[in-house]
């Protein structure tokens, strides 16, 4: 699915996330998108069905999944979204890589750039750790 498709998709259609399944429509969107959601890929957040994790995608053994978002549920994807506008504009390489760690399910990445945030801003403080298990695959064999 190219970027515009992605874009259209988020601007105008409610999605949420099933592992097994993938995206899936829910209906129109009402709600407008907040400002952050702008600064990530388009569906970089999708609200996920019915589970908790962070970030999770069945991979199948003829299929592999080439778009996985992020929980917007999750309490970390909440945090970041709403101190992504100033994240961004005050520490770009942090907010960068915690980007990138997140497309990437690295959770050490995460919790590094976590820390040096923490050390540099202690009013942006996430309470908590991102552990491997919160941004994990799992294998379907099907």
């Known amino acids: 699915m190219n970027a515009c498709v992605k874009g259209l998709l988020q601007l105008g259609v409610k999605l949420a996330y099933d592992s097994e399944q993938g995206l899936t429509a829910q209906g129109r969107r009402i709600a407008s998108i907040?400002?952050?959601?702008?600064?990530?890929?388009?569906?970089?957040?999708?609200?996920?069905?019915?589970?908790?994790?962070?970030?999770?995608?069945?991979?199948?053994?003829?299929f592999r999944r080439r778009y996985i978002p992020v929980n917007e549920n999750h309490p970390f994807a909440q945090w970041l979204l709403n101190h992504a506008v100033e994240l961004?504009?005050?520490?770009?390489?942090?907010?960068?890589?915690?980007?990138?760690?997140?497309?990437?399910?690295?959770a050490e990445?995460?919790?590094?750039?976590?820390?040096?945030?923490?050390?540099?801003?202690?009013?942006?403080?996430?309470?908590?750790?991102?552990?491997?298990?919160?941004?994990?695959?799992?294998?379907?064999?099907?």
């Open 34 to 62: 907040p400002e952050a959601q702008f600064l990530f890929a388009p569906l970089f957040f999708v609200p996920y069905e019915e589970n908790t994790l962070l970030k999770q995608s069945a991979i199948r053994q003829y």
């Open 109 to 142: 990445d995460i919790n590094k750039a976590l820390d040096r945030l923490d050390a540099l801003r202690v009013d942006f403080r996430y309470k908590g750790r991102i552990t491997q298990s919160e941004v994990k695959y799992r294998t379907v064999l099907s």
């Open 88 to 106: 961004k504009s005050q520490f770009p390489g942090l907010f960068e890589r915690i980007v990138t760690g997140l497309a990437k399910t690295d």
